[in-house]
């Protein structure tokens, strides 16, 4: 029975395969990893380097080897008794271009498709110009303006026995209604008698398979080379570069369940829901049981083979009913595992959401998951690691220099309110037009006009504080209402009297009563209103925050990160082991993550930063000399110096923070390849910012002028000040943040949860935000370095090289192997620290009924305190700081992991000059044989 206890994240694509993988499944099983957790393996869009645009979910991509690779990977596991954790896209799937079946066949069918149904469509659209058909935003411009210039040019697919328009990438195929057209304009007698059984589909109420033979047909007649080049040359009549062309052209593209649009229309006009505001990524009816059995159906053969061992569900906010997907999920999951062969036969299912719980929250315990991917542990360490003494001067350098607001709240609420009338104006147009009709069908609300609708549903998804609510047939949940009412509070302090108002009105209506209480006559009008706002706050909050506030709030960008709540700059002790305390007592398996595929910056790189925290002045300092360095580097644009202050000020932190340890400022070589790395971040955080760029509109002009200043910086003669200073900064904290870094890699893996290692992570990791956090790793260095045999002291001699963060996990790895149910349940207690330095530890214990005990002592706040250059706190600098132990665990003896002396507490407490006089960290044990 294999037993999930620690993950390795991977991110499979062309260029890393299952085969790949397949060569390191030794060096993993030797680290100590239960479960391979990969990215989606479902076919997606070609060249995909992530998985999650999925085209075909009825096979395994054959870019990543097939099916006949993943079998050859899960082979090589089962015969180390290691397990497989599946990443899937249940919300969405890949759009657009030409490679989606399913997609296409809507475009071409409409409502009459067999997936018409699949894709979350609003067929019933207002606009007259959108009554049952699907926007298409992928023109590069105007439509007219596209299809004069000839750039939709109708194709004839001789093979498939199909027409078809194309613009670029994307295919937009011409319903098989119309073919009788297109055929007789070739005036060859051999295609009229198809000509015409084409025109009978119009009205055939089995047209979608009459088609398929009819097409089939077509295409043997056009194996003729004579038939097909006249029907080819026949198309020119389509020529929409000449003026009847044109109009021929625009006709039949007015017939199809499709209208061409620009690009920039999505915003405005979309009728359909996407993955945030990405064009590509359409989202999916998952809740209709015929779409769940049909885009899981190879996931279930997998489960149902002992293929895969647990599944992680990418995206949940998005699924109009997480909770009734979870459950579904689990019970079909469950009735699967006793067909599996016995070789594959597991005690339990893992089931992992991926979930962004804001201050406050929790997972709701009845979905039957395991827990969530671990985005929120990420924070409770980050928030144990900064020093509050930090906030105040970190702010006021920030206001000061960039004239941006201090408070994270004010400019994640500007961010929001700008996505709603942005990116995603269409999606919130639907909410309120919904809401709305609504108002229109009682009599006391039907005054209620659509402007107050907006203002009052605008005020509320600003001041929202959590991703979305859960709505169920009996109205909010009980978790959620607190949620609910604080965003009333705040839209009602920023709403006149009059549309505050309504708000009174949209918390009945957004689940403030069971849908039993309402008229049956508008319980799916109040259902559709609940499910389309929970799946706008969603959007929004992470449009807002992750891809917006996160690139224009610079006070300290190790605060800016995926699930971490920046309104909050630091937190206690006693903050993070009321976590722990929870999670065992909730989620015991839940996932623990300190890097992702969607981290902003690495995880060392944020422990760096975090030693910010306690030099608030320093830096202050430093960075009036770096603004004096760069005056003669920056330049005057037409709209303002280059770069804005606040982006220059983002940059210092990021230099600080992803300075590789080896980087020398006299090497050209590696500085021009870190230019690029830099360059790469720049540009997208200068977009996602959307101050003076984006994606939309961007301001080339200035991304050019900010890439020059940054390649000046790097490489260029007249950098070299600067750059040395930065680099004499980074070595001054390094050591610092290393201690940070191997503090957090010690919770991970001791704390309550499952740890979850992202590829590669096991070296320092300084990466920027995707695809560089993706690169590739270097397996054969891991994997030597994993078999040497090196003593701690040295190690800790040789810390740069990162050797000494994968001896930390290795041998955690294998104590958890040694003691499962320690880790797995072992009661979490909370120690009390006493001394001079009592503020700058942590200490807890695990223990289990048995006996068995563990202890676990590291360092916080503890920059102050370091010496030589070396990331351990020398242990003079202690004094009388001591861990007071609970009666368990003394007059015992307990053995240290990491060459730490043998002790025996016997006045209820242990030393810190004592545990941690040999490495950086301390874990004890009560199980001396166990350590090996």
């Not at 969607?598 to 790189?605: L, Q, T």
Request: a negative charge.
């Amino acid at each position: 029975m294999i037993r999930l206890r620690a993950t390795a994240r991977l991110q499979l694509h062309k260029d890393f395969t299952l085969d790949d993988a397949l060569q390191w499944v030794d060096y993993w099983a030797a680290l100590g990893i239960s479960h391979l957790y990969v990215s989606p393996l479902l076919t997606a869009r070609p060249g995909s380097m992530h998985g999650y645009d999925v085209t075909d979910p009825s096979q395994i991509n054959p870019e990543l080897g097939g099916e006949a690779a993943l079998r050859r990977l899960v082979d090589a596991l089962r015969a180390r008794d290691m397990g497989l954790i599946l990443d899937i896209v249940s919300n969405h799937m890949a759009v657009g271009g030409s490679n989606n079946p399913w997609w296409l066949d809507v475009l071409e069918w409409g409502r009459r498709s067999p997936y018409g149904e699949f894709f979350d469509i609003h067929w019933d659209s207002p606009d007259p110009l959108l009554e049952g058909q699907l926007l298409l935003p992928y023109l590069r411009s105007d439509y007219g303006e596209v299809l004069r210039a000839g750039e939709i040019p109708l194709r004839l697919d001789a093979g498939a026995g199909a027409f078809y328009c194309e613009h670029f990438e994307h295919r937009f195929p011409i319903n098989p209604h119309a073919y009788g057209e297109l055929l007789r304009l070739s005036g060859d007698a051999a295609l009229d008698g198809l000509a015409q059984r084409f025109d009978g589909l119009a009205d055939a109420p089995e047209a979608h398979t009459e088609a398929l033979g009819l097409r089939s047909e077509l295409a043997m007649l056009l194996a003729d080379p004579r038939l097909r080049q006249s029907l080819e040359a026949a198309l020119s009549a389509y020529d929409s570069r000449q003026p009847e062309g044109l109009q021929r052209l625009h006709q039949l593209l007015e017939r199809q369940s499709y209208r061409l649009a620009s690009w920039r229309t999505a915003a405005d006009d979309i009728n359909w829901r996407r993955f945030f505001d990405i064009n590509e990524l359409g989202g999916l009816r998952v809740e209709r049981p015929e779409v769940f059995e049909a885009t899981h159906a190879k996931v279930f053969q997998l489960v149902g083979e002992g293929l895969i061992d647990g599944l992680r569900i990418d995206h949940v906010d998005g699924l109009a009913d997480p909770r009734g997907y979870c459950r579904r999920l689990r019970r079909r999951v469950e009735a699967l595992l006793p067909q599996r062969p016995e070789v594959a036969r597991i005690e339990h299912f893992s089931i992992h959401v991926e979930k962004i719980l804001a201050s406050g929250e929790q997972l709701h315990g009845d979905w039957m998951v395991d827990g969530t991917t671990g985005y929120e542990f990420m924070n409770q360490v980050s928030l144990l690691q900064h020093d509050p003494q930090g906030a105040a001067p970190l702010a006021r350098l920030w206001n000061a220099r960039s004239g941006r607001p201090a408070e994270f709240l004010q400019e994640a609420r500007q961010a929001r309110a700008q996505v709603l009338a942005g990116s995603l104006a269409g999606d919130f147009e639907s909410v309120a037009q919904l809401l709305l009709q609504i108002a229109r069908a009682d009599l006391m609300t039907r005054d209620i006009t659509l402007g107050a609708i907006r203002r009052a549903l605008q005020a509320l998804v600003v001041h929202f504080p959590v991703y979305r609510c859960y709505i169920a047939g009996n109205g909010r949940q009980n978790l959620d209402e607190g949620f609910f009412e604080q965003a009333l509070d705040g839209a009602r302090g920023i709403l006149n009297e009059a549309d505050a108002g309504v708000l009174e009105h949209l918390q009945k209506w957004l689940g403030g009563v069971p849908l039993r209480q309402v008229p049956a006559r508008l319980r799916k009008l109040h259902r559709q209103a609940c499910a389309r706002f929970q799946q706008l706050t969603s959007p929004a909050a992470a449009k807002a925050v992750e891809d917006t506030a996160f690139y224009r709030y610079g006070v300290l960008l190790s605060r800016n990160d995926v699930g971490f709540d920046s309104e909050y700059f630091s937190a206690p002790p006693e903050a993070f082991h009321r976590a722990c305390a929870q999670r065992l007592e909730s989620f015991p398996d839940s996932l623990l993550a300190t890097a992702t595929h969607d981290h902003k910056r690495g995880e060392d790189g944020r422990a760096r930063l975090a030693v910010l925290s306690e030099r608030g002045e320093w830096y202050s300092t430093l960075v009036e000399h770096w603004q004096r360095l760069t005056a003669g580097l920056r330049r005057l644009t037409a709209n303002g110096e280059a770069p804005y202050p606040g982006d220059e000020l983002i940059l210092f932190q990021t230099l600080l923070g992803s300075w590789p340890l080896e980087l020398s400022c006299d090497d050209p070589t590696a500085l021009a390849v870190y230019f690029e790395r830099v360059s790469g971040w720049q540009q997208k955080a200068l977009r996602e910012a959307k101050l003076r760029s984006s994606w939309s509109a961007p301001d080339t002009e200035y991304e050019q002028v900010c890439r020059d200043y940054l390649h000046t910086l790097l490489c260029q003669p007249d950098g070299l000040p600067l750059r040395r200073s930065i680099a004499s900064a980074v070595n001054d904290m390094a050591a610092s943040g290393a201690l940070n870094g191997l503090v957090q890699c010690l919770l991970r893996l001791t704390a309550p949860g499952v740890p979850d290692l992202f590829q590669g992570r096991e070296f320092w990791d300084f990466s920027l935000v995707d695809p560089d956090n993706r690169r590739p790793v270097d397996y054969p260095a891991r994997a030597a370095a994993l078999a040497q045999v090196a003593e701690p002291a040295e190690l800790l001699r040789n810390w740069r090289d990162g050797r000494i963060k994968q001896y930390l996990i290795s041998s955690l790895l294998c104590l958890r192997r040694s003691l499962p149910t320690l880790f797995a349940r072992g009661e979490y207690l909370p120690l009390n620290v006493l001394g001079t330095a009592a503020g700058r530890a942590l200490a807890f214990a695990r223990r289990t009924q048995d006996g068995h005990c563990l202890l676990v002592v590291v360092p916080r706040l503890s920059d102050a305190l370091l010496a030589d250059g070396v990331p351990m706190v020398p242990p003079r600098k202690w004094g009388n700081t001591r861990v007071q132990l609970p009666e368990s665990l003394r007059d015992r003896p307990l053995y240290g992991l990491f060459g730490q002396p043998v002790v025996s507490p016997r006045d209820g407490s242990l030393l810190l000059s004592e545990l941690l006089s040999a490495f950086p960290v301390c874990v004890l044990s009560s199980e001396p044989a166990r350590l090996g």
